[in-house]
């Protein structure tokens, strides 16, 4: 390794994706390479992005992280899935939540057995065999043993870059604070040699990520093509605003649909999240704004941050030897809470490809079609929560219900709506429970279900469906309330 070319990593760009590449780089390789990062206090963070997945777990694991501490440094809540209210129709609501629902047998998931249940008069709701979701709804939590409770965080993502580059740089990363005046190229125009900051000064690398947010700086300026998405996705403004928590945490974050677009509420320990996604054609800012604070809570924190974006993608992440991580690379709505896990997902997969001598088109080929592969699924997964609605009021949810979608997309809701299965491919993010969880949250009800379910006697199918149910709920009236568990774990006083 001492010969190793590309010694020198520059991080352009200091967010949550420019820290989180940091640490992971500065802990898996700060021995060999020189890793700086660039970021300008002037130009600031997006300073949004709080509801997370629950991969991030192994990414805080990789780098070591005590769980309680990181916790108490971001403020953090626990957060078993989302309750998305109005999104099927006006005063609908149904939870997508991070566990699975009841038991799948090898030939067919659990919807198959409890479609059958239904047929033969069994009434309980299909939440009622989540345990994640029933915990949700009671406001509680512990730690269970084998992931017993599948969970992430609800967190302070200002204060979780902070946390990241105390570790980074204790690992040996350099942070150099500087606005980037130009980014500098070979003759030929391919590749980065150095980035040059408004003070004259010249970082040269060997290995750039652009971490510069919607600005995308560097692969911008190597011509990376951005793929529009917004006809699928056409939300395109958000307004965030912080305020006052008022009652104890729900381990839960809300998306709660209006004629526009979307409202987000996350629960933290010190203070709720609040924000407004939505639509610049059918709805203005103004208005937006009027209904997000006619909507909070408790008294607001901060003045509401206004933001712009286009759902898309660039084709190339990769392009040279510059890497796109975070909102560089495209970005989709915060729906699923997917774009921290996204910049995870490349972060990891980039020190797995790390270049071994020069950088290798093989690699960057790689890269770059496994990285479409993620956004692909997300997006349809995004896609679906628009498409199978029976909303119709104005003309937002008449153009989103009646556009045309990907055929990925359909030959997914189609199956499900026929046969009731779902099938995970390529190591795809979202799996079986989420989608029939979302499809079904929908109003996408299958017309079938696996012959393997009927086969089950009347007294085998009751014993089995009420075997889960008595568990779940003798499990959950164990457990703590949520906001008591995160202050005791977290060896803090929460608002109670
Ligand atoms: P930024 O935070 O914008 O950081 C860019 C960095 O580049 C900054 O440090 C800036 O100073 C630096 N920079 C830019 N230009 C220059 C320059 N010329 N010179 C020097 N430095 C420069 N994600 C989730 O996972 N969950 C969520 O709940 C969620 N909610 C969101 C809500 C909204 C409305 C939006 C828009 C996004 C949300 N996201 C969410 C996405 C999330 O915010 C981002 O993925 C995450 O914050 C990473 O951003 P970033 O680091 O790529 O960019």
Same mark, same amino acid.
């Given at each position: 390794?001492?010969?190793?070319?590309?010694?020198r990593i520059?991080i352009?760009?200091?967010?949550?994706?420019?820290?989180m590449?940091?640490?992971?780089?500065?802990?898996?390789?700060?021995?060999?390479?020189d890793?700086?990062?660039?970021?300008s206090?002037?130009i600031?963070?997006?300073?949004v992005?709080?509801s997370t997945?629950?991969?991030i777990?192994?990414?805080n694991?990789?780098?070591g992280?005590?769980?309680? $501490?990181f916790?108490r $440094?971001?403020?953090a809540?626990?957060?078993?899935?989302?309750e998305?209210d109005?999104?099927a129709?006006e005063?609908?609501r149904?939870?997508?939540s991070?566990?699975?629902?009841?038991k799948?047998?090898?030939s067919a998931g659990?919807?198959?057995?409890?479609?059958?249940?239904? $047929?033969?008069?069994?009434?309980?709701?299909y939440?009622?065999?989540?345990?994640?979701?029933k915990?949700?709804?009671a406001g509680?939590f512990a730690?269970?043993?084998?992931?017993?409770?599948?969970?992430?965080y609800?967190?302070?993502?200002?204060l979780?870059?902070?946390?990241?580059?105390r570790l980074?740089?204790?690992?040996?990363a350099?942070?150099?604070e500087?606005?980037? *005046?130009s980014v500098? &190229?070979n003759?030929?125009?391919?590749?980065?040699?150095s980035?040059?900051?408004?003070?004259?000064q010249?970082?040269?690398?060997?290995?750039f990520l652009?971490c510069?947010?919607?600005?995308a700086?560097?692969?911008g300026?190597?011509?990376a093509?951005f793929?529009?998405?917004s006809?699928w996705?056409?939300?395109?403004?958000?307004?965030?605003?912080?305020?006052e928590?008022v009652g104890?945490?729900v381990?839960?974050?809300?998306?709660?649909a209006?004629?526009?677009?979307?409202r987000?509420r996350?629960p933290?320990?010190?203070?709720t999240?609040n924000g407004?996604?939505?639509?610049?054609?059918?709805?203005?800012?103004d208005a937006?704004l009027?209904?997000?604070l006619?909507?909070?809570?408790?008294?607001?924190?901060?003045?509401?941050?206004?933001?712009?974006? &286009?759902a898309g993608v660039r084709?190339?992440?990769?392009?040279?030897?510059?890497?796109?991580?975070?909102?560089?690379?495209?970005?989709m709505e915060p729906l699923?809470?997917?774009?921290?896990?996204?910049?995870?997902r490349?972060v990891l997969?980039?020190?797995r490809?790390?270049?071994?001598? $020069?950088?290798?088109d093989?690699?960057?080929?790689?890269?770059?079609?496994?990285?479409?592969?993620?956004?692909?699924?997300?997006r349809d997964?995004l896609i679906?929560h628009? &498409?199978?609605?029976?909303?119709?009021?104005?003309p937002?949810?008449?153009?989103?219900?009646?556009?045309?979608?990907?055929?990925?997309?359909t030959?997914?809701?189609?199956l499900f709506?026929?046969?009731?299965?779902?099938?995970r491919?390529?190591e795809? @993010?979202?799996?079986?429970?989420?989608?029939v969880?979302?499809?079904?949250?929908?109003?996408?009800?299958p017309?079938a279900?696996h012959?393997?379910?009927?086969?089950l006697?009347?007294e085998? @199918?009751?014993?089995?469906?009420?075997g889960?149910?008595?568990?779940?709920?003798?499990?959950?009236?164990?457990?703590?309330p949520?906001?008591?568990?995160? *202050?005791?774990?977290?060896g803090?006083?929460?608002?109670?």
């Amino acid at each position: 390794m001492s010969g190793w070319p590309l010694r020198r990593i520059v991080i352009a760009g200091g967010g949550t994706a420019g820290w989180m590449a940091a640490a992971a780089f500065a802990k898996t390789l700060g021995r060999f390479a020189d890793i700086t990062l660039v970021e300008s206090d002037a130009i600031g963070t997006i300073g949004v992005g709080e509801s997370t997945i629950p991969p991030i777990r192994t990414f805080n694991s990789v780098l070591g992280i005590d769980e309680a $501490e990181f916790m108490r $440094e971001t403020q953090a809540t626990f957060k078993l899935g989302i309750e998305f209210d109005n999104w099927a129709h006006e005063g609908d609501r149904y939870f997508h939540s991070f566990g699975t629902t009841g038991k799948d047998h090898w030939s067919a998931g659990f919807q198959h057995f409890w479609l059958n249940g239904r $047929e033969r008069g069994h009434e309980q709701p299909y939440d009622d065999y989540c345990i994640e979701l029933k915990t949700a709804y009671a406001g509680k939590f512990a730690h269970l043993p084998d992931n017993g409770l599948n969970y992430a965080y609800q967190l302070d993502s200002t204060l979780y870059a902070r946390f990241l580059r105390r570790l980074a740089e204790r690992e040996g990363a350099v942070r150099q604070e500087g606005k980037i *005046a130009s980014v500098d &190229k070979n003759n030929d125009g391919s590749r980065i040699v150095s980035l040059t900051l408004e003070s004259g000064q010249r970082i040269e690398g060997d290995l750039f990520l652009d971490c510069t947010g919607f600005r995308a700086l560097l692969v911008g300026a190597l011509g990376a093509e951005f793929e529009d998405w917004s006809h699928w996705l056409p939300c395109d403004r958000a307004i965030a605003v912080q305020t006052e928590s008022v009652g104890p945490p729900v381990p839960y974050t809300r998306a709660i649909a209006h004629d526009a677009g979307w409202r987000w509420r996350i629960p933290l320990q010190h203070r709720t999240g609040n924000g407004i996604v939505y639509c610049g054609k059918y709805l203005d800012d103004d208005a937006a704004l009027l209904r997000l604070l006619g909507s909070l809570e408790g008294p607001t924190r901060t003045n509401p941050n206004f933001l712009r974006f &286009k759902a898309g993608v660039r084709t190339q992440q990769w392009v040279g030897n510059c890497v796109a991580v975070g909102l560089s690379g495209g970005f989709m709505e915060p729906l699923e809470s997917t774009s921290i896990h996204l910049i995870q997902r490349a972060v990891l997969r980039l020190i797995r490809m790390l270049p071994m001598a $020069e950088v290798s088109d093989r690699d960057i080929a790689e890269f770059n079609d496994q990285h479409m592969q993620d956004m692909l699924q997300v997006r349809d997964f995004l896609i679906l929560h628009y &498409k199978a609605t029976e909303r119709r009021d104005g003309p937002f949810w008449q153009y989103v219900s009646g556009m045309e979608i990907p055929e990925s997309l359909t030959q997914k809701i189609e199956l499900f709506r026929e046969t009731g299965r779902v099938f995970r491919r390529n190591e795809e @993010l979202f799996q079986e429970n989420s989608w029939v969880q979302v499809m079904m949250g929908q109003g996408i009800m299958p017309r079938a279900y696996h012959p393997i379910a009927a086969k089950l006697t009347d007294e085998e @199918l009751n014993r089995f469906l009420s075997g889960i149910r008595d568990g779940i709920l003798r499990t959950v009236a164990t457990l703590p309330p949520h906001g008591v568990y995160v *202050a005791q774990y977290c060896g803090e006083r929460i608002p109670a």
